[in-house]
């Protein structure tokens, strides 16, 4: 089994989590993590319109293709009831999403928004190939709480 971690993370509580499930899921199976990043234009103005168009989105070049890969694990910073941009343009590039496992790992303030970021995820998930969905969820306030971690990948 291999695995692939994808996050992308505001202010570093996404990528701290993303960085536990790794360490968690590579003493499993062979591992891989990357970070989703904008290329180009990074002003306030310009990730709005991402929001609305996620799709206009450019990303630095990460692995799309997943059939080398049975798990996916997302590491989604929740904002507004939404994921970031970087990562529903991501699900709309991948390939081979079919019967794969996908852990959801929301990193969100308040709990109604990660419900709606929930449910917006099932459906863009189900269009990209209907992977099995395994959802997290951690409030950015309980990160970096000793042992919090550890109760969430169990």
Request: aromatic share 12%; charged share 20%; with cysteine.
């Amino acid at each position: 089994m291999k695995s692939l971690v994808m996050y992308f993370s505001h202010r570093g509580n996404t990528a701290f989590v993303a960085r536990a499930f790794y360490d968690a899921l590579k003493k499993r199976s062979e591992t891989d993590i990357f970070e989703l990043k904008y290329v180009g234009e990074k002003s306030l103005l310009v990730r709005f319109l991402y929001r609305l168009s996620p799709s206009r989105a450019q990303l630095a070049t990460v692995p799309t293709d997943l059939s080398d890969y049975n798990l996916l694990c997302l590491g989604i910073p929740v904002l507004g009831g939404y994921p970031s941009s970087a990562i529903t343009k991501y699900i709309q590039i991948c390939s081979n999403l079919a019967g794969k496992k996908v852990i959801c790992c929301y990193v969100y303030g308040v709990e109604a928004s990660a419900d709606h970021c929930t449910r917006y995820m099932e459906k863009i998930l189900a269009r990209a190939g209907n992977p099995t969905v395994i959802n997290a969820y951690v409030p950015w306030y309980d990160v970096l709480r000793e042992h919090f971690m550890d109760k969430v990948i169990n």
